[in-house]
């Protein structure tokens, strides 16, 4: 499994990120895909996950309403829509994949892709 993540970058608070992750190497209908990051100094914590067949979301309470993630099944891409950015929500952000028909803890996902650094002035 490869997963290739994308699209961050620098942003003033208040505005919109759209993080992509191109999965590919397995048949990822049973797979819950998810964004994870980690601020600088601090651990890595949950931010969004989707599950691939029935498209199941779960977000942190923190990002509710502002970050909302989907799949495209033709293009076996996870997406990360970020609203509303606050300087709170900056971090390297990863996508992460495990075979799972519950949400894997943050260390209980198998495959890892490169961060993507998420900077959010204020």
């Known amino acids: 499994v490869q997963l290739q993540a994308s699209g961050g970058g620098l942003v003033q608070a208040g505005g919109s990120l759209r993080l992509s992750c191109a999965a590919s190497g397995r048949t990822f209908s049973r797979f819950v895909m998810a964004w994870i990051r980690q601020a600088p100094g601090k651990e890595r914590e949950f931010a969004s996950a989707?599950?691939?067949?029935?498209?199941?979301?779960y977000y942190r309470d923190s990002v509710k309403g502002r970050f909302t993630i989907s799949r495209d099944n033709a293009k076996n891409t996870v997406y990360l829509q970020m609203n509303s950015l606050k300087p709170e929500d900056t971090a390297v952000y990863f996508c992460?994949?495990?075979?799972?028909?519950?949400?894997?803890?943050?260390?209980?996902?198998?495959?890892w892709g490169q961060g993507t650094l998420v900077t959010v002035s204020s």
């Open positions: 992460a994949a495990d075979e799972s028909w519950s949400l894997p803890g943050i260390n209980e996902y198998d495959y």
């Open positions: 989707i599950r691939w067949s029935g498209g199941t979301t």
